[in-house]
């Protein structure tokens, strides 16, 4: 049976994201809703493995406290920083926030397609290390309610 995260993330989140208006400002940070949900999309891949790290910018020592944090409920805290992200927001890749969208949920469709064929695969994550797919699950859902979140719509 699959759990609440995993439903969620492939048959709710887009859903979700397609109600707040476009030109919704985010009550943090400085992405753009198209900006967040394009964002959103590389971390996807990230964790289906189609985007590749091999460095891991966390301490080693470091390393075993972010999958603490990780595997807890504690939430993303507001303007979180990601050193892999530029000071200032890159501009869209897609022509409209329906593409932005429908490449999300293509993505998403991948990941779970790809650990449907691989159970086993561990994909690395710059921040958390070497992640199995419980691990991408519950990463792919902290950071998809932090970003719901962070455009006025909240998930009990």
Excluded at 11 to 35: E, H, R, Y
Excluded at 60 to 80: I, Y
Excluded at 116 to 145: C, I, M, S, W
Aim: glycine residues 4%; aromatic residues 10%; proline residues 8%.
């Amino acid at each position: 049976m699959e759990n609440g995260k995993e439903v969620f993330l492939q048959s709710q989140f887009v859903s979700l994201l397609k109600q707040i208006p476009s030109d919704t400002l985010p009550a943090w940070g400085k992405m753009t809703l198209q900006q967040m949900i394009e964002h959103f999309s590389d971390s996807v891949r990230m964790a289906s493995g189609k985007t590749e790290y091999t460095e891991i910018i966390t301490p080693p020592g470091n390393v075993p406290k972010m999958q603490d944090f990780l595997a807890s409920d504690k939430p993303f805290k507001e303007n979180t920083l990601n050193p892999l992200m530029p000071e200032v927001p890159v501009p869209v890749r897609n022509k409209s926030i329906e593409l932005a969208l429908s490449e999300l949920q293509e993505e998403i469709d991948f990941f779970f397609k790809t650990f449907e064929k691989k159970p086993h695969q561990l994909t690395r994550n710059p921040f958390f290390g070497d992640l199995n797919y419980p691990q991408n699950v519950q990463l792919l859902y902290k950071h998809a309610l932090h970003h719901l979140r962070q455009f006025g719509i909240t998930v009990s």
